[in-house]
């Protein structure tokens, strides 16, 4: 880190997914105050900023990604005080706050498309969405929504609306102005506000390619899957966003040292780091690590590409192991006592890392997915896939803070949002705090050394040859981290342990499963 870093170039960061993380007022929601009476906790953990997860006025179709008022404050999650209390006091912790905005969608509910469904077809209120005729019944291309089913919506008077989400969050056409003029007018409330930078939800989208072609018929299975985003996908990283971001940063550049962020499912390195050039956004999650399997090579190739982007475009990479839209990463390692193990050598490898590093509320507890029962699945893929789908609500249980039984503190209602699985008894902060070995101990460590040892210094990292299934690599301030997926001990790279993942075998040699951070 060089002084004239910006804040986030580095920065360790935490996901607050509003709804999961602490309920002040007992309806088994989470909300802003609750997130407010828990901020000692985050600054306990070492973290830099907090991102949150929309808590605007929303219908909750998609949990708050479904916006009905980007300038207001949903009343499950409390109101513009209870915002401005929580970033007072999170600056006073000495942590900035990010907010989520959601350009590429509104809700059904948001007055503009209460407006569109009740003017004619070609008319100003219906020109703010993406309306068009069909053939007949058919809908105007063959795109299917990310969340299940045709992207397609017709309404009574025979056209058509876009939704690459649910049905409840109608897409905005960009191509007029009035759009741009309103997330401007948003991102200067929020700014105003106190906010230290935006995360950009599907910041690949917005922009529709002429004419709406349809996808290749042979290509459209594999365009069902969850934000995959695969190449020649017509309906993402259109040539268009960039101008978009373009206006995005010069907003942001208003107010000194803001950050914009962008969430951007788009594989190929040269299409993804074109959204990072000095005149667009200052960064955009990389989700290498999100979809690497757990295997030594395949997580050096993605370190190297995520690396490589952001290298070429001047920008400072961003590593993830996991969100709220995805498995969460004890579970995709193997679960139980082996996905742990995993999940905690991949933790020393993510925070050994150049770069800024996005934990996911939850992921610093070892929480596993969980597998919940039908009736209580909320997320709106269930229900468009047909049932074949259960959607993310298993990485979304809320967070378990102290005591014996659900809601562990999360609430005072028994009846969480979602239900709280009883064997969290062990995952609770309050146990994992008072236990060195734990998770949670594991990362304040962790963090604490990133933060002050100065061997964590350098943008680059260099890689050593080692046995199969294995990695080390060395940044310039003299740190070595060094990973074994091989099923077997090794032995490990000279220098002073400064901390490992597990216990090292008895001759010193590294186990497999376990990462060793050494200068
Ligand atoms: C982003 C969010 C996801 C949401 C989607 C639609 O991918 O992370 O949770 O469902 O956008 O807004
Ligand atoms: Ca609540």
């Keep these: 880190m060089t002084s004239r870093d910006p804040w986030w170039a580095n920065a360790v960061c935490y996901q607050v997914y509003v709804r999961s993380f602490a309920d002040s007022n007992g309806d088994g929601i989470g909300d802003l105050e609750g997130l407010r009476s828990r901020l000692g906790y985050l600054e306990l953990l070492g973290v830099q900023a907090l991102w949150l997860t929309p808590f605007y006025r929303s219908p909750m179709a998609d949990h708050g990604y479904d916006v009905a008022d980007p300038r207001d404050v949903d009343p499950v999650f409390g109101d513009l005080a209870a915002f401005d209390a929580v970033i007072a006091d999170a600056h006073e912790c000495g942590m900035k706050i990010i907010v989520d905005v959601v350009p590429n969608h509104s809700s059904d509910q948001h007055e503009w498309f209460q407006a569109a469904l009740a003017a004619e077809p070609g008319s100003p209120e219906r020109a703010r969405y993406v309306f068009a005729d069909g053939e007949g019944d058919e809908p105007p291309n063959n795109w299917p929504s990310i969340f299940g089913g045709p992207a397609w919506t017709q309404v009574p008077d025979g056209q058509w609306y876009l939704h690459l989400f649910a049905p409840e969050q109608p897409d905005l056409n960009w191509a007029n102005p009035e759009i741009s003029e309103d997330l401007a007018k948003t991102l200067r409330f929020w700014l105003d506000r106190g906010v230290d930078g935006f995360r950009i939800d599907v910041a690949h989208g917005m922009a529709k390619p002429d004419g709406l072609p349809s996808i290749p018929a042979d290509e459209l299975k594999q365009f069902s899957e969850l934000l995959a985003a695969p190449e020649h996908d017509p309906r993402f990283d259109a040539d268009g966003v960039h101008d978009i971001h373009r206006m995005i940063r010069s907003v942001v550049d208003e107010y000194p040292d803001k950050l914009a962020l962008g969430e951007i499912w788009v594989r190929d390195a040269d299409r993804f780091a074109m959204y990072l050039r000095p005149d667009e956004l200052h960064q955009a999650f990389y989700f290498g690590l999100t979809e690497a399997v757990y295997d030594a090579d395949e997580i050096r190739e ?41 999940a905690r050598a991949m933790a020393l490898v993510e925070l050994a890392l150049p770069g800024a590093v996005y934990i996911y509320n939850g992921e610093e507890l070892g929480l596993p997915n969980v597998d919940l029962p039908d009736e209580v699945l909320q997320d709106p893929t269930w229900e468009r896939s047909g049932h074949t789908e259960r959607g993310r609500d298993g990485c979304r249980v809320p967070v378990p803070w102290e005591g014996n039984e659900p809601p562990f503190g999360f609430s005072t209602a028994e009846d969480t949002w979602l239900p709280m699985p009883p064997e969290w008894r062990e995952l609770c902060v309050e146990k994992q705090l008072e236990d060195p070995g734990s998770m949670l101990s594991l990362y304040r460590s962790a963090i604490d050394l990133r933060q002050k040892n100065p061997a964590f210094t350098g943008n680059t990292v260099e890689w050593f040859a080692g046995p199969a299934g294995c990695f080390a690599f060395r940044r310039p301030g003299g740190l070595i981290c060094a990973l074994n997926t091989s099923g077997a001990p090794v032995p490990l790279p000279p220098g002073d342990l400064l901390l490992a993942s597990g216990p090292l075998a008895e001759d010193g040699y590294l186990p497999t499963d376990t990462a060793a951070w050494l200068a």
Aim: charged fraction near 20%.
């Design 302 to 342: 993605a370190i190297t590409s995520g690396l490589q982007a952001a290298e070429s475009v001047g920008s400072h990479s961003t590593w993830t192991l996991s969100n709220h839209d995805v498995v969460r990463e004890v579970t995709r390692y193997g679960d139980g006592e082996l996905g742990t193990r995993r």
